[in-house]
């Protein structure tokens, strides 16, 4: 594991320039940022139409082998970052026990938790941002042993105790912020801990408290990394610290940049209000002389159908703009053309997507390990299921 670390670490960071931007802002430029440096790269970045861009995006195998061919060191990544799919052979629910769980999620939910099972150590457990407890009734159910279900959210308390008390299941609902040391009052060391997408600082607190009241075992799947209140990663391990990447918030963001596919309809909002908003800030700033992005709130997508010159109306409202009388289809026009710039550069950074999110995971499985944890790290469903399928599971010695 540290010495996937290094080379993970090596390789991230002799190719910074290559991941370390962010393809909106950058579009602004008509060159690719790595024209003189990689000539061959661009020139063929350059030649994608936009169905090939849009092949490659949703294939990161085909797109990293083809971009080996240009950068030929970074043909290790998908070694370095390919891991074993948690062996799960399925388990069969109680009735009720998955009411009100959409199926995507309910398949991420029974996998996690056979998964747990598998592995588990600790006579009661502790479901960690917990929500309504899902997770929590497939153990409970499973195990018929005591769940400890931990959330911030009142309602979330009240609806999930009220399930888990119709079903008859042995669930606790306590309610309190995970982020302070109040929280440590729901731990105890007969507990195996789970928490599945916890963000950010939520599963890094569930670490470090874990490991303070010794936990038999802990089931982790991180999500979010940039919801954090540092501006820059906290390393928790001791080759994390050593190493000089130096993660901002915004560089957090990447691995999170990879969705399941939601169809075409999808694929259209998405190139509909990324132009949209890529073209306005062209006519800000040719038209009315602004110097730097002006974010524009979130718009309903059933909005996008009345078209672009309609969004620039209604961003105008919405910032208190005054727009001049200009040829909106020529802004629109740019703005296409800079969304599929956009979408050349950011095949790029994809590239680096699960890198950077496998040096985030391995750190953390580290530190587990320098803490006496034997760690091991899967996949606990396939991508198409949510992306963020990666698992750490750690077992006291």
Known sequence: MQQRFKTLDTLLQSHQALWRFEPFFQSLNA????????????????????????????????????????????????????LERTPLSGIELERGIDAGIPGRKLT???????????????????????????????????????????EYQPSLCESGQADANRQGLPMMFVEGDALVDEAERVFNSRQHAVALHACGDLHVSLIKKGVKHKL????????????????????????????????????????????????????????????????????????????????????????LSEGFNAFCRWAEEQKQLTLPDVDFNHYLALGEK???????????????????????????????EQEGYKVSIEEFCAKSITPRNILIQAMKL
């Open 31 to 82: 060159q690719l940022p790595w024209a003189e440096q990689h000539p061959e790269l661009c020139e063929w970045l350059n030649s994608l139409t936009p169905e090939q861009i849009e092949f490659y995006k949703a294939d990161t195998f085909t797109l990293v082998d083809k971009v080996s061919r240009y950068l030929p060191d970074i043909q290790s990544l998908p070694s370095l970052t390919t």
């Open 216 to 303: 038999p075992a802990m089931t982790i799947s991180p999500c979010c990394y940039h919801l954090t209140q540092s501006q820059n990663y906290e390393a928790l391990s001791l080759l994390g610290k050593a190493s000089t990447l130096a993660l901002t918030k915004s560089e957090l963001r990447i691995p999170l940049q990879e969705t399941v596919t939601g169809g075409e309809r999808v694929k259209r909002h998405r190139f509909e209000e990324m132009s949209f908003r890529l073209g306005l800030d062209l006519l800000l700033r040719e038209e009315c002389g602004f110097e730097h992005y002006e974010p524009v709130p979130s718009i309903k997508k059933s909005m």
């Open 108 to 150: 991420q939910i029974v996998s996690m938790g056979e998964a747990a099972l598998a592995h588990h150590k600790g006579v009661e457990w502790l479901e960690w941002c917990a929500g309504k407890g899902f997770l929590g009734r497939i153990l409970a159910s499973q195990s018929q042993q005591k769940v400890t279900s931990f």
């Open 338 to 368: 800079r969304y599929w710039h956009m979408e050349r550069m950011s095949l790029v950074q994809q590239v680096f997507r699960r890198g950077l999110e496998f040096w985030l995971v391995l750190d953390k499985a580290m530190y587990l």
